[in-house]
């Protein structure tokens, strides 16, 4: 099962909902700041799309620059920051079975979708 961590305000994200649609196949929508993910959830995420957690922070947001900006996290805190505050995390994610991918540029959807 296919599932996409979105955030409808995120065009990105919409575009990705929008390949999703088109593509026929069955997906989960997960609203992720309704819905926050677990730390381990995120961590199974993050060993999927092969990074570190830091990379996955949204480093544009205000509460990255106000809380964390400069600071030498561990991974588990990271991860810890995302899940207190679901939007320092980057998106639309895509995951199906072992893949993941952060779906910027959009076109980077078709990487689970082939």
Same mark, same amino acid.
């Given at each position: 099962?296919?599932?996409?961590?979105?955030?409808?305000?995120?065009?990105?994200?919409?575009?990705?909902?929008?390949?999703?649609?088109?593509?026929?196949? /069955?997906?989960?929508? &997960?609203?992720?700041?309704? !819905?926050? =993910?677990?730390?381990? +959830?995120?961590?199974? *995420?993050?060993?999927?799309?092969?990074?570190?957690?830091?990379?996955?922070?949204?480093?544009?947001?205000?509460?990255?620059?106000?809380?964390?900006?400069?600071?030498?996290?561990? /991974?588990?805190?990271? &991860?810890?920051?995302?899940? !207190?505050? =679901?939007?320092?995390? +980057?998106?639309?994610? *895509?995951?199906?079975?072992?893949?993941?991918?952060?779906?910027?540029?959009?076109?980077?959807?078709?990487?689970?979708?082939?």
């Amino acid at each position: 099962m296919i599932k996409i961590y979105h955030n409808n305000k995120c065009s990105k994200s919409r575009s990705a909902l929008s390949i999703l649609n088109e593509s026929g196949k /069955d997906f989960e929508l &997960i609203n992720y700041l309704q !819905q926050p =993910p677990t730390a381990e +959830e995120l961590a199974t *995420i993050i060993n999927k799309l092969g990074i570190k957690p830091f990379e996955l922070i949204r480093k544009g947001e205000a509460i990255y620059t106000e809380k964390y900006k400069g600071k030498d996290l561990s /991974d588990a805190q990271w &991860i810890e920051a995302m899940v !207190q505050n =679901p939007v320092l995390i +980057e998106r639309p994610i *895509i995951v199906s079975g072992d893949q993941a991918v952060i779906a910027r540029p959009t076109e980077k959807i078709y990487e689970i979708l082939d």
